[in-house]
């Protein structure tokens, strides 16, 4: 598979790794009843941290991911910065990749940008998930070529085109009106994911004979190859009934061999027309098609940019931000790749289109998905969530007001590092939150509840305990093993410090872990 090459790709293709695990402070709960936490979330902060601090409740829980990251236009004019020139990513880019970062193009500078978090993206995802990604044609090479190395060449779903003018734009240098975008899809396992297709129109089925096999549509039964490429597809079709002989095109054949169509004929789904220069047709039953669906069109109409913009002044009551996708678009794309219950991701969540499409499918199909959403500009709480909260509650008046969708949403920021520059355990941390870490560092579920406070839970019989306290050292030992009530093959346990022999360890199977922090001070 070809390789895509760039300045600072060395320094940033596991920079995903290197980022430090950080905690999301929880700032405020909207519409919660009783003043509790929501499982919709807001996330104010820089994504790159954003979607690490995700990893231990998140990793492999996301079914739908969609993001429209900036297109790398070099436009600086808008509220939303579609470049990489924000002091936060060149400050990043000095940090990472170096001096070398100072003359990189904008191609480069928004691979080094985009390629670790998409990394993280696909970390988030389910195994049966699927991601979506907006783009134009500044970087649709660059990225298409990033997710084939990321995700994999065969794990691309689909390269969709969203017709998101309107009308056509004469204004072009080049006298060309650009009239789409692109829509990237790409799964994690393709053999998992698949996209639900567009709803058949059971309206063009009917059954005007009366037939006991129910409403049937006809269709044609040409084929398309001629007499050369397959010969057997090409006879005289006679029916039975007026002996009448129909010869098939010569260019296009019949659509099955005469072998298919006599069993067809006898089992009376060819239909003749009444008069001899019309052709024979095939009923097709509604009730024997394979699915509900067809095939989703790779050419996305009907809905444009134009309606992004209106929601967004219908919303605001004035235009707050450029060029926002249309939330039945996005809404769409999650119908396609989730189901009811699903948790729905956007990283770069701009106006919060993608909370607003949750919210109305939710309502449209008494669904439950979940949204999160992360912005790291300072919008994120006065266009971001303000949004979402108008969108919940309603907005508009008279004739243009607009119902509420109902539902509720937790605001955070990012909060403390998880460790300090030394490797130590920020003990700055409540002992939940340190615990979560360490469940999730072990590929547990979660931190468990316990009669015992410092279990863990469970994993290939193996029981996890994390022996912490913010105020002592923790030994373990044997007055400690005698606090173990559940039985289980092997134990892993976490302690600062262990005076079991390794004889006792070995023969318990028992395995111990130092927790990484300063115990000098005790």
Sequence with gaps: MPELIWKGKEQ????????????????????????GESDNKIIHGDNLAALKALLPQYEGKVKCIYIDPPYNTGNESWVYNDNVKDPRILKWLGEVVGKEGED????????????????????????????????????????????????????????????????????????????????????KHPDKARLKGKERDASKYTNPDDDPRGPWMSRSIL??????????????????????????????????????????????????????????????????????TTGLPSIIDGVYTAHGTAEIRAIFGRQVFDFPKPSDLISELIRQA?????????????????????LNLNKRDGGNRKF????????????TAERVKRVINGYGEGSKAVAGTDGDFSYYSLGERVFDDQGNLNEALS???IREYVAWSERLPGAESSDNPYWLGAKDQTGYYFFYEPTRATVLNL????????????????????????????RHTIRFKKIPRDISRF
């Excluded at 054949?253 to 006599?262: F, I, L, P």
């Excluded at 989730?338 to 949750?358: K, R, Y």
């Excluded at 992360?374 to 266009?383: L, R």
């Design 338 to 358: 989730s189901e009811n219950d699903s948790i729905i991701l956007d990283s770069f969540a701009g106006s919060g289109t993608t909370a607003h499409a949750v």
């Design 223 to 292: 084929g398309l190859a001629n007499k050369q490429q397959r010969p057997n597809l090409h006879y005289n079709l006679v029916d039975a009934t007026t002996g009448f002989s129909y010869p098939c095109a010569e260019n296009t054949g019949w659509r099955y061999s005469q072998e298919t169509m006599g069993e067809k004929m006898a089992e009376g789904c060819i239909i003749f027309p009444k008069k001899r220069t019309g052709r024979p047709r095939e009923k097709v039953f509604l009730k024997k098609l394979q699915t509900e």
């Design 104 to 187: 990189l193009c904008r191609h480069d500078k928004w691979l080094c940008m985009m390629y670790p978090r998409l990394q993280l993206l696909k970390r988030l995802l389910r195994e049966d998930g699927i991601m979506f990604v907006s783009l134009d044609d500044n970087e649709l090479c660059y990225l298409g070529l990033a997710l084939d190395e990321i995700f994999g060449r065969n794990n691309m779903i689909a390269r969709l085109i969203w017709k998101g003018r309107q009308h056509i734009d004469s204004r072009a240098l080049s006298g060309v009106s650009n009239d789409h975008e692109y829509i990237l899809a790409y799964a």
């Design 12 to 35: 940033v293709v596991n920079h995903h790794l290197d980022v430090p695990v950080q905690t999301l402070d929880r700032q405020y709960d909207f519409n919660c009843p009783d003043g």
């Design 372 to 383: 999160i959403l992360i912005e790291m500009m300072e919008y994120a709480e006065t266009i």
């Design 479 to 506: 007055d400690f093993l005698a606090t173990l009530t559940r039985q289980t093959e092997s134990y892993l346990i976490y302690a600062d410090t262990c005076l079991l022999d390794e004889e006792f360890m070995r």
């Design 431 to 433: 002992v939940d939150k």
